[in-house]
């Protein structure tokens, strides 16, 4: 992380200790990340991020009491502004779609690398998505029947690139320096692809572009 850029508070959402030790030593050692807390329930989650105020909630799905998926609702319609990173053990459907419903950032199975975690957190507080190995095929498979969406054609041919870039997965920084324009021209395009598009976000434009092809050149 750079020294200008803020430092990104993360408060830990698991009902086992050790899973929270584990993470609390982990992200303990990254620049530029700092524990803003633990919560060990959904409800414990809620009254904490009024106070703590993190930028970034990495929650477990499976907990007694308000689950994973219902804090998740909770807290982004309590902070708008806060991302959810999912971190559980589970990639079955009936947690993976209502979990991203809710309103998570991202989907990250317990056997995510160090890096990819760090990264997860990293491109969430950018305000970008990041899903774990085999979840965007799952996505896929689960829209596969789905009604088509607006036709691509409507899209320039710099936003053809942009939306390729997204479905590998690139963030606005790396698709910046692969077309040679600026990040905040990429943000624009990002912008005008999900309007045409009628899509919410990045995911979304991620799983599209898979649908159609679009995800190689």
Known sequence: MKGDEPTIRVLVVD???????GLRNFLGMLEGIEIAGEASSGERALELAG???PDVVLMDLVMPGMDGIEATRALRAAHPELKVIVL????????????????????LLKDVGPEELAEAIRAAARGETLL???????????????????????LTE????????????RSNKEI???LGISEKTVK??????????????????????????LDSD
């Open 15 to 21: 009902d086992h200790a050790v899973v929270r030790e």
């Open 51 to 53: 106070s703590l105020l």
């Open 88 to 107: 559980t053990s589970f990639a079955e459907d009936d947690k993976l779609f209502p979990a991203l419903r809710a309103g998570a950032s991202a989907y």
């Open 132 to 154: 774990g190995p085999g979840v965007t095929q799952r996505l896929v498979s689960g829209i596969a029947g789905g009604a088509d969406r607006q036709p691509e054609s409507e």
């Open 158 to 169: 710099r936003e053809l690139e942009v939306l390729r870039c997204i479905a590998r997965g």
């Open 176 to 178: 910046g320096v692969d």
């Open 188 to 213: 624009t395009h990002v912008g005008s692809i999900l309007s045409k598009l009628s899509l919410q976000d990045r995911t979304q434009a991620a799983l599209y572009a898979v649908r159609r092809g």
